[in-house]
């Protein structure tokens, strides 16, 4: 599921580079219910070493854009629109009534008023999907290095372990999300259009954090697919990486066979 929210102001909006954890901490401010809130901030959904929080989050987009060079801040142009996805529906309901009741929000130094909100449902009910990152797709591994020391690295989507990882990690969601894996494991990503432009390198607070834009194509089984639109594709969802809208279904694949 995803709540598309739209902000308008009475004149630009003036927001750092690097504005994620803002986003952030505006998602978490609409979280009425404090019990949601601090187990979602605090925890998120264990399965072994790691914490799911299952929810996403695009870039701002907005009527225009420009950067502001001396001042090094990026300039919006509202109406300003915001996505947020996840597969409970519980917390889409809880961020809802928080825009609604709050009305106007505010995203670092700027104060915006909540225009109109909806929410849907991209199904999916193929093999094969064609996305549109909404924010930039992050695929690391954390590695170590002769001496000892660990550094971290950032795969891109012409990488073999690329397609490997993110599926890894989508599974994982599954397994959270419906208390099994998938009938079939068998899961891909591949470029459809990426270009050097859409490498991305962002900071989230003080952290460096690599990531693509673009297009791509998924082929797996479709509830395995609709995960990847309702919790995100690769890591650090919760802190606005990942996000992808549908662009559109291929052929769903029964027995070896393609049918319509």
């Known amino acids: 599921m995803q709540l598309i929210v739209t902000f308008t102001a009475s004149g630009p909006i003036f927001l750092p580079v690097h504005y994620?954890?803002?986003l952030q901490a505006l998602i978490y401010n609409q979280m009425d219910n404090p019990t949601i809130r601090h187990y979602l901030h605090e925890h998120g959904f264990p399965l072994g070493k790691r914490h799911f929080k299952l929810f996403t989050f695009s870039r701002l987009q907005g009527r225009e854009l420009t950067y502001e060079k001396e001042s090094k801040r990026l300039?919006?142009?509202?109406?300003?629109?915001?996505?947020?996805?996840?597969?409970?529906?519980?917390?889409?309901?809880e961020l809802g009534t928080g825009f609604l009741r709050q009305g106007k929000v505010r995203i670092g130094e700027a104060v915006l008023e909540v225009q109109n909100m909806s929410v849907g449902a991209q199904q999916v009910l193929s093999t094969s999907i064609r996305v549109r990152m909404l924010?930039?797709?992050?695929?690391?591994?954390?590695?170590?290095?002769?001496?000892?020391?660990?550094?971290?690295?950032?795969?891109?989507?012409?990488?073999?372990?690329f397609s490997q990882l993110v599926g890894d990690n989508l599974k994982k969601k599954y397994l959270i999300v419906h208390g099994n894996f998938p009938y079939s494991l068998n899961f891909n990503i591949r470029p459809l259009r990426v270009r050097e432009k859409d490498f991305k390198v962002t900071y989230f607070k003080n952290t460096i954090v690599k990531g693509w834009m673009g297009d791509?194509?998924?082929?797996?089984?479709?509830?395995?697919?609709?995960?990847?639109?309702?919790?995100?594709?690769?890591?650090?969802?919760?802190?606005?990486?990942?996000?992808?809208?549908?662009?559109?279904?291929?052929?769903?694949?029964?027995?070896?066979?393609?049918?319509?």
Do not use: M, W
Request: with cysteine; glycine share 12%; proline share 6%.
């Open 75 to 93: 300039i919006f142009t509202p109406p300003l629109r915001l996505v947020i996805c996840s597969p409970l529906d519980f917390l889409l309901q």
């Open 20 to 22: 994620g954890h803002l």
């Open 216 to 260: 791509y194509e998924l082929e797996g089984e479709p509830k395995l697919l609709q995960l990847a639109l309702d919790a995100g594709l690769g890591s650090k969802n919760s802190q606005g990486y990942g996000c992808c809208r549908l662009l559109e279904e291929g052929k769903t694949y029964k027995g070896g066979e393609k049918s319509g």
């Open 135 to 161: 924010s930039p797709l992050v695929v690391y591994s954390t590695l170590e290095k002769e001496g000892g020391d660990r550094y971290v690295y950032y795969y891109t989507p012409f990488e073999e372990r």
